[in-house]
């Protein structure tokens, strides 16, 4: 039986302000599949990424998830979708751990009407190194430690579909072979995964996706 | 089809009332410029009681207003500086519950302790008695107006540096329908008239906007955060 | 078919090439029609009976007003299509119609002021019809200055559109309001036009004003939106075109 591509893109371009940022993107991907972005430094990575979290409108083109337009299955496209970005929404006067519990509150949340489960949390921000603080308010903690808060999410969330914009920036190299541990699971679970990042990755079914900085033409 | 879910609207606000409250210093400014401000009235016009009675309730509500307008810009700039506003829109939420559920925590945690803290500048600036219940109805309506169409403003203006002054150019047009019949309500009351009317009329404004406002500042959100 | 028409439309270039066509027939019927206006007005129609001939200012305020106001709604509805359609000639519209608005505004307010010293001998006065003016010319500004504030033009426009929206519906809440303030605080005594009870023959030029105020208004905004195309055009071929060959001449 055919499975229809967990994601796919069709065409894609972005313009603003009169200048085309992304033109004629084209992306397929399946469960357990990863997607590397690459490109020179405003090539347009992190503009594709936020085009394929709707935070963006495209110009041209569509999204199709699991075969139909996101725009008649937005809910459960939002609901099966995670993205980390630059910032890592960490708020500085919560600890780590209501940090964390508020993201999975509000991702639990829509689907359950639930609260995380506490032993969940825990075991999460030990997983990515941060199980001395847990009660530390997140002014004390260095960027790389808002990273690791951030990421921690990637330990508990039921999302499948991941978007990572430059994920290795700010942890060092325990942190890196920690997350792409971390990522390789995920995608033995039938997830995927589109990612910017410059690093070299040794992960099965990875692709590389390569935006030109003209126009975001296929190379 | 959306399954059982909650709309972000409770969640939202007992965030925003944490973060307040972790910020309790901060938070309490608008409340102490009010206060503090009243003070200079008698000291530019003068300390005689029925001279001030005259002008006691516009004063107390401009007063509101900038103490309102100074804060209303931290209602999403925070949020925009952490990725936490990024996040909201890209939630399969709808928008304009969760930015309900924040504005209302900016009504709670100023225009609310505003409105509470009014009958002492009543008695600072000779307010005749029977204007504090005017004063105490029409303030809690019209500060709730105030953050309501502040936060359009703080939308359009999120990604600005400097925004602060230019959103109080912004919002200032559309305060004063408010702030004439918040005023009115208690001057009706003071001249013996029904002060019922201009209260609800007042109370109009307030259930339009409670309609509106979320919808212009989703709609104001995704433009301006998207740049 | 329409729908072609309709993105035809949208098309900043076929604008410009158009308007270049009968812009000129358009100003010389404007001009004819303020000319023929001001000379009834000012110098023909016969001089009031308690005013004495400062009320001829009217001829000015009177048109500047409903064109600050119907300016504010074209400014709006621009926005609006622009924002419902994504037609970027509608938001050139849209950014072109705030100055010359705010302009008659501030015409209005001062040819009020005007009237106002021989009329109350105060240049100032705080009735409802100018405060209501004053808040608009606030209303224009804060959609300017929102415009100018972000860098990205897309942004601009979209942020100007939704603040020119919001201003819309609340013009006629801040107009009553002001309105019924006034009324608290005084007497309507002297108001500043009562149409049907003017005389004709100080009406009809007042009408002929109007009319020309419209045209004027037409004329300026496709003057305005013609060099706005151009800027944002610029890298284009069609307006290289046009300017390098003129630049050989």
């Known amino acids: 039986m055919s499975q229809l591509p967990l994601l796919n893109v069709d065409n894609l371009a972005f313009e603003r302000d009169d200048d085309c940022l992304l033109n004629n993107v084209n992306l397929s991907l399946n469960a357990g599949e990863i997607v590397q972005v690459e490109g020179a430094n405003g090539s347009g990575k992190t503009t594709l990424l936020r085009l394929l979290t709707t935070a963006l409108q495209p110009s041209a083109g569509t999204i199709f998830y699991k075969g139909r337009a996101l725009a008649e299955c937005r809910y459960q496209y939002l609901s099966d979708m995670l993205y980390i970005g630059h910032q890592p929404a960490v708020k500085l006067t919560l600890t780590a751990e209501e940090n964390l519990r508020w993201m999975v509150n509000t991702e639990a949340g829509v689907k359950h009407g639930s609260n995380a489960d506490p032993h969940g949390i825990a075991a999460a921000l030990a997983a990515v190194g941060l199980s001395g603080y847990t009660d530390v308010p997140c002014y004390a903690l260095s960027a790389g430690q808002h990273r690791r808060v951030a990421l921690a999410r990637l330990m508990i969330t039921t999302a499948t579909l991941w978007y990572l914009d430059e994920p290795f920036t700010a942890i060092d190299k325990q942190g890196v072979s ?41 190379t | 089809m959306p399954q059982s879910t909650n709309s972000g609207f409770s969640a939202w606000l007992k965030r925003d009332l944490l973060l307040a409250y972790r910020r309790r210093g901060e938070a309490a400014s608008p409340l102490i410029f009010f206060v503090m401000v009243s003070t200079l009235i008698p000291l530019v016009l003068t300390p005689e009681p029925t001279r001030l009675a005259m002008v006691a309730a516009g004063l107390i509500w401009i007063m509101a207003l900038l103490a309102t307008l100074l804060s209303v810009e931290g209602l999403f700039a925070s949020d925009y500086q952490d990725g936490s506003l990024e996040q909201l829109l890209i939630s399969p939420q709808l928008l304009p519950m969760p930015l ?3 504005i209302t925590a900016h009504w709670l945690t100023t225009g609310l302790p505003l409105t509470l803290a009014s009958p002492l500048l009543g008695l600072m600036l000779s307010l005749p008695t029977s204007g504090y219940l005017p004063m105490l109805c029409s303030l809690a309506l019209g500060t709730a107006c105030f953050s309501l169409t502040g936060a359009v403003g703080a939308a359009l203006t999120v ?13 200032m047009p559309l305060y004063m329908p408010v702030i004439i ?22 109370g109009a404004l307030f259930a339009a906007s409670v309609a509106l406002c979320p919808l212009a500042v989703a709609g104001a959100l995704r433009v301006t955060s998207a740049h | 078919m329409s729908w072609q028409w309709f993105h035809r439309l949208g098309s900043p270039r076929w604008f410009y090439q158009t308007s270049t066509r009968w812009l000129p027939l358009l100003a010389l019927i404007a001009a004819a029609v303020l000319i023929t206006g001001l000379v009834w007005g000012l110098a023909v129609a016969p001089e009031d009976a308690k005013q004495g001939n400062s009320f001829r200012i009217i001829y000015i305020h009177v048109p500047a007003s409903f064109l600050a106001l119907a300016g504010y709604y074209i400014m709006a509805i621009a926005g609006a299509v622009g924002l419902i359609w994504k037609m970027k000639l509608s938001f050139m519209v849209m950014k072109s119609a705030a100055p010359i608005g705010a302009a008659l505004t501030f015409i209005a307010l001062f040819t009020g002021a005007i009237w106002g010293k021989p009329t109350w001998g105060t240049y100032w006065v705080w009735d409802a019809r100018i405060t209501s003016m004053l808040i608009l010319l606030f209303l224009y500004l804060g959609v300017m200055a929102l415009q100018y504030a972000y860098h990205s033009g897309d942004a601009a426009s979209k942020a100007g559109a939704i603040l020119a929206l919001v201003g819309t519906v609340n013009i006629p809440i801040i107009y009553k309001s002001v309105d019924w303030w006034y009324t608290l605080h005084q007497p309507a005594t002297i108001k500043f036009t009562s149409a049907p009870s003017m005389h004709i023959d100080m009406f009809l030029p007042l009408l002929v004003m109007i009319v020309g105020f419209y045209l004027f208004y037409a004329v300026a905004l496709i003057l305005h939106t013609r060099s706005e195309i151009l800027r944002r055009e610029r890298k284009t071929a069609w307006v290289r075109e046009l300017v390098e060959p003129r630049a050989g001449v």
């Open chain 2, 100 to 102: 309900l559920g924040k």
């Open chain 2, 159 to 171: 990604s600005l540096r400097k925004g602060g002054l230019l959103l109080s150019l912004l919002v």
């Open chain 2, 181 to 202: 019949f918040g005023t009115a309500t208690i001057s009706y009351a003071i001249d013996g008239l029904n002060w019922l009317p201009p209260l609800a009329v007042l």
């Open chain 1, 178 to 218: 920690f997350l792409e541990c971390r990522l390789q699971e995920h995608l033995d679970q039938g997830g995927a995964v589109v990612l910017t990042s410059h690093q070299d990755l040794t992960l099965k079914n990875l692709r590389n996706y390569s935006l030109s900085s003209q126009a975001g033409q296929v």
